[in-house]
């Protein structure tokens, strides 16, 4: 078993060892448990000490930084990160921390076992470009970007080729109110080094069964249309609310979409949709006449209201779904999907 650190006026004592130590305002939390890790590992034999994973996190952004600042109290991993342009927040943690951002991906990568890609979707070629240049085979890049699911596969296959493990993590909700703990989606071989790490920082993971690098974030892109639309709509709905001093009002007015899961919620607006497309239309063209009327844009939910007069022509044109039903309208809309027809303008269609 080993002994604890116990703390002296002057020093603490690991075992036989006296560690000096002078507490002040400017040892943090941080620096007080990684030097406590420090005492610990200092004690055990070399065999544990190699078991260190060396991890580094390429992106110091939101996420970056998220992890980086979950990770770097696991005593088990030394942590590093690269990020050529850091935000002021990270610089300022790296400062607080000591944990250097390095500018660029080079020899010093050479020894990194485990790698978070943090970056954006589009950057992702680039950085593996620069990264299978100075990894070693048996390390293992874990892709936490929402670079296309093509891209994925593209870089897993170079990954592989090299010997070097891939794994596809698509966060799936809001860093900025969950941190590490935002659920996750994993896809690819599985990695019980990964999942470790992921499992030591709290964070919930969802395994893809018989997935490839790319199945995660194809599912996290499907959900973004929705979330992102969702949140499109609310830029246009918020301001114009607290404009006319109901934005309490909206909010209590809104509580019914928690009383039931919100995927029957979708699956019912989709099974009814094409029914009351025509009615649902006039009343969305309302809502966008009431943002004008004060002022405020309305472009997307006039987009809405397009969208419910191409429905409302399909249903005179084709009838419809076969039956009221999630499946039905489902395949209504897929067949509509292999159509081509002339695009409809919202006010074509009258209630």
């Known amino acids: ?126 950085v593996i470009s620069s990264l299978l240049q100075h990894l070693k085979p048996g390390a293992t890049i874990v892709d936490m970007t929402t670079a296309a699911a093509q891209a994925k596969r593209e870089s897993s296959a170079r990954a592989e080729a090299a010997g070097i493990g891939y794994v596809d993590i698509a966060i799936t909700g809001a860093v900025a109110l969950t941190g590490v703990k935002t659920p996750l989606l994993y896809a690819g071989k599985r990695n019980t080094a990964v999942e470790s790490v992921l499992a030591n920082a709290g964070a919930p993971v969802r395994v893809l069964p018989d997935s490839v690098p790319g199945d995660a974030v194809t599912v996290k892109l499907l959900r973004s249309v929705i979330m992102k639309g969702l949140e499109a709509l609310a830029i246009e709905a918020l301001p114009a609310a607290r ?53 405020y844009p309305a472009g997307l939910t006039e987009q809405v209201a397009a969208q419910y007069a191409a429905t409302a022509e399909n249903v005179s044109l084709t009838g419809g779904p076969a039956e009221a039903t999630f499946a039905a309208s489902l395949d209504w809309l897929d067949s509509l999907a292999l159509r081509t027809s002339t695009p409809t303008t919202a006010q074509e269609v009258s209630a």
Not at 34 to 42: A, T
Not at 254 to 263: H, I, S, W, Y
Not at 266 to 293: D, F, I
């Open 243 to 295: 404009a006319y001093g109901v934005l309490d009002q909206l909010d209590a007015v809104l509580a019914d979409v928690d009383q039931a899961p919100f995927t029957n919620l979708l699956k019912s607006m989709v099974t009814t949709h094409p029914a009351h497309a025509v009615r649902r239309h006039a009343e969305v063209l309302e809502a966008a006449a009431q943002l004008q009327s004060v002022g």
């Open 1 to 126: 078993m080993l002994p604890p650190c116990h703390r002296f006026s002057t020093g603490a004592r690991l075992g036989t060892k006296i560690v000096p130590l002078r507490l002040s305002k400017r040892i943090t939390g941080i620096r007080l448990a990684k030097w406590y890790s420090s005492c610990i590992l200092d004690h055990i034999d070399i065999g544990t000490k190699e078991s260190v994973l060396k991890t580094t996190i390429i992106g110091s952004g939101q996420v970056g930084l998220c992890w980086a600042e979950r990770l770097v109290a696991d005593p088990v991993l030394e942590i590093s990160l690269s990020d050529p342009q850091p935000p002021a927040a990270a610089v300022s943690w790296s400062e607080e921390s000591g944990v250097a951002i390095r500018p660029d991906i080079s020899g010093w990568a050479a020894d990194q076992e485990l790698v978070l890609l943090c970056v954006p979707g589009f950057v992702l070629p680039g």
